[in-house]
């Protein structure tokens, strides 16, 4: 646990900080169910998700499957030994989202890559994650840390439509050991981030394992708001990588239960919404 050492040892709780309506997971998954993009030409949002090695980019995949469907689902393979070192997620893979009946899928998209390393050669290349938000980058793609994919690559795609493209970048960060993100992490991220501005996509955060971060957010995720740890996570990320305050969002992924829980999916739900709104507003304005 990073964030237990440098928790102050003054009262952990303080005023709430954002306000969450924590009954309204209905009216949030019913939003998610009726959303249908107004763009004719984009059938689905396409999510992306980056982020340092073993951030839980997979594990938020899943723990959105499992809100969804109200069971716990591991579709995207996620590694409970990945302490830091070695990235899990090797290969590009788009994660549809079923809706109930066969063949039915919600109209969003999830890209899975590779974390993201401090050292040079380590993880995702940067130009591989602008390469991917432009649509160059095709399914099932194994990521080399050694160099960007060439155009001759079979797949390598070089002539993306709108729907090939990003329309939502989600950088998922670890809630209780950012504040560890080495500066050449912090680099690549804000390189990242610099490219999807230029490119005009929306970008939020999702900050993971605050049960990790916060024994008062374990003993209950709806202290969240009022956990003084998680508000300074919070801040630091937004000094560090320039993102405003209201693009980030706390959630605790699904890792250990069996069963679903109103209060997770409740955070789930709420970042998942703004993705919703963030990619909806981009695909609009095109
Ligand atoms: N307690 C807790 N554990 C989490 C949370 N999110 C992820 N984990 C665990 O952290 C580990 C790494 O998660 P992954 O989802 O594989 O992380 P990743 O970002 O996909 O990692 P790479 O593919 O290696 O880059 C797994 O053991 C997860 O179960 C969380 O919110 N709380
Ligand atoms: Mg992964």
């Not at 998680?230 to 969002?249: A, H, Q, R, T, W």
């Amino acid at each position: 646990m990073g964030g237990g050492q440098s928790k102050p040892a003054a009262d952990p709780l303080i005023a709430e900080w954002r306000k969450i309506r924590w009954g309204q997971k209905e009216e949030d998954l019913q939003f998610v169910k009726d959303y249908q993009p107004h763009n004719k030409e984009v059938k689905q949002l396409r999510v992306l998700l980056h982020g340092p090695i073993g951030a839980g980019k997979s594990s938020f995949i899943n723990s959105v499957d499992s809100a969804l469907r109200g069971r716990i689902t591991d579709r995207a393979k996620t590694d409970a030994a990945n302490s830091s070192s070695k990235t899990f997620t090797t290969k590009r893979r788009i994660y549809k989202i079923n809706k109930g009946g066969p063949g039915t899928f919600y109209p969003f998209v999830f890209t899975d890559t590779m974390g993201i390393e401090g050292a040079e050669q380590h993880g995702i290349c940067v130009e591989d994650i602008k390469l991917d938000m432009k649509g160059h980058i095709k399914d099932g793609y194994k990521f080399n840390p050694y160099c960007e994919i060439s155009e001759d690559d079979q797949y390598y795609n070089k002539s993306p439509t709108l729907e090939d493209k990003a329309h939502v970048l989600v950088c998922v960060i670890d809630g209780s050991s950012s504040s560890i993100l080495d500066d050449e992490s912090k680099r690549k991220m804000r390189r990242v981030r610099t490219a999807a501005r230029d490119l005009g996509i929306p970008q939020l955060v999702v900050l993971t394992k605050i049960d990790e971060a916060c024994k008062e957010v374990q003993s209950d995720v709806k202290n969240v708001y009022k956990s003084k740890y998680i508000k300074e996570m919070v801040d630091k990320i937004s000094k560090d990588l320039g993102f405003p305050l209201n693009c980030i969002f706390p959630v605790k992924n699904y890792a250990s239960e069996i069963d679903t829980n109103h209060d997770i999916d409740s955070l789930i739900l709420c970042a998942l919404k703004q993705i919703i709104d963030s990619g909806e507003n981009f695909v609009n304005q095109l």
